[in-house]
């Protein structure tokens, strides 16, 4: 009687498309530090300090690339929790170097592995304008959220003031990408996989939509400005329907 020799398993074939895209190392994964900043207070705002009579809180940072946002975040919410969770595996390696915890969860594919209401806030630094499904993003992020509980959300903006400009002249903004190979008809030279893109208006009216109240919307200047344009880029935060990133604060209904 002949034995039949046991199975191997198939190697797991390669990531394909968008996933082959965000899992490739040399796409970036963090944001300015500016803006990182700017979203950090705004949350420290929100939460207070942690106190007796005020646990800490547990912030996701959902989306959080290499951890550089949240290593900000850390230091500006000293004593809440922040966890980061991000898809890309690569991401997650560098971020666990700034973060004391990191989780894998995806957006697109299933639920994040949190109980429902389990936290408290939720930074979402430019990740929205990154997805094929914004609307489900958003329902899942509603779903962790405890009721009360905060969304910081950030994103370029289309309709930033050289964007303005841009169109006039017939060149396609900038943050706009046709392709995600190379760059086409627009200034610069790096791709970085943006699909969905807002104005203030749209991003207040879809945010809302998702089940929040929106609280504030502010600007923030965008690091690739050239830098003698920089000081104008600053200035435009003041309006944000001018600036060339959107940070909105809401809250779960």
């Not at 990191?102 to 997805?131: I, K, Q, T, Y």
């Not at 017939?170 to 996989?193: A, K, M, N």
Request: proline share 9%; charged share 20%.
């Amino acid at each position: 009687m002949t034995s039949t020799p046991p199975t191997t398993a198939a190697p797991a074939a390669p990531p394909t498309g968008l996933r082959a895209f965000y899992e490739d190392p040399a796409v970036p994964v963090a944001s300015g530090a500016d803006r990182s900043h700017r979203q950090a207070r705004m949350l420290a705002r929100a939460l207070g300090p942690v106190r007796p009579d005020r646990p800490a809180a547990t912030v996701l940072d959902v989306g959080c690339g290499d951890g550089t946002a949240a290593a900000v975040a850390a230091r500006v919410l000293a004593g809440h929790r922040i966890v980061g969770v991000d898809w890309s595996q690569d991401a997650l390696r560098r971020a666990a170097r700034r973060v004391p915890q990191v989780v894998r969860g995806e957006l697109s594919d299933g639920r994040l592995p949190f109980a429902s209401g389990a936290a408290d806030a939720v930074l979402f630094s430019e990740v929205v304008e990154h997805l094929v499904d914004p609307d489900s993003a958003l329902d899942e992020l509603h779903r962790v959220l405890r009721p009360g509980g905060h969304l910081m959300l950030s994103t370029p903006n289309l309709a930033a003031w050289y964007n303005r400009a841009l169109l006039l002249a017939g060149v396609q903004p900038v943050f706009s990408e046709v392709s995600l190979r190379r760059i086409h008809g627009r200034p610069g030279d790096q791709v970085v996989g943006h699909l969905r893109l807002f104005t203030a208006r749209a991003l207040r009216e879809f945010v809302a939509a998702s089940g929040f109240d929106v609280v504030r919307v502010e600007g923030a200047p965008f690091h690739g400005v050239p830098r003698p344009l920089r000081p104008l880029d600053r200035l435009a935060c003041r309006l944000p329907s001018l600036a060339s990133i959107l940070l909105v604060h809401a809250r779960r209904k």
